[in-house]
Nanobody, 115 residues
Framework: QVQLVESGGGLVQAGGSLRLSCAASGTIFSISTKGWYRQAPGKQRELVAFITSGGITIYAESVKGRFTIARDNAKNTVYLQMNSLKPEDTAIYYC?????????WGQGTQVTVSS
């Protein structure tokens, strides 16, 4: 069984930075695709970024150049460095692990960006 625990969310002013972390239990971390998603109030959950087991990264257009996803396989942890934050980045951020057809989700961490 895989468990994901996110941390690092909080309140920040526009233009500021936050780093989210997601620690995973289990043994599939290094062979999984690891992603961050977010859900704003009244909106659907959307992909922010993901990194494959081979290290390929993909970003949503809205965060390109501002966010960076990285993983540390030795620590079973995936990170999301968020710079130049905007009020529209306000959402609950969820960590995701995908292996084949199976998805695992964290409980989410709130990010609030004030203008």
């Amino acid at each position: 069984q895989v468990q994901l625990v996110e941390s690092g969310g909080g309140l920040v002013q526009a233009g500021g930075s936050l780093r989210l972390s997601c620690a995973a239990s289990g043994t599939i971390f290094s062979i999984s695709t690891k992603g961050w998603y977010r859900q704003a109030p009244g909106k659907q959950r959307e992909l922010v970024a993901f990194i494959t087991s081979g290290g390929i990264t993909i970003y949503a257009e809205s965060v390109k150049g501002r966010f960076t996803i990285a993983r540390d396989n030795a620590k079973n942890t995936v990170y999301l460095q968020m710079n130049s934050l905007k009020p529209e980045d306000t959402a609950i951020y969820y960590c995701n692990l995908q292996r084949g057809n199976v998805n695992y989700w964290g409980q989410g961490t709130q990010v609030t960006v004030s203008s």
